[in-house]
């Protein structure tokens, strides 16, 4: 199992529960997981990134 995405979701939930506005950082992090998922797949279509091999998906 990714023990790094794990730690990840795990410093998240507790981020979560201690900040005051919630909705804010959400939106947040939801604007930068699409432009993430954005930058990473444009990058690996037009071939500057290549993966041999199936990674491990990010359990959430």
């Known amino acids: 199992m990714n023990s790094g ?10 981020h979560l529960f201690f900040v005051k506005v919630r909705s804010l950082d959400l939106r947040m ?7 993430g ?13 290549s993966f041999t091999t199936t ?3 990010i359990p959430l």
């Open 5 to 14: 995405a794990c730690v990840g979701v795990l410093l998240l939930l507790i």
């Open 29 to 35: 992090l939801g604007f930068l997981l699409v432009a």
């Open 55 to 57: 990674g491990l998906l």
């Open 37 to 49: 998922l954005v930058v990473d797949g444009s990058l690996h279509h037009i071939g500057f990134i």
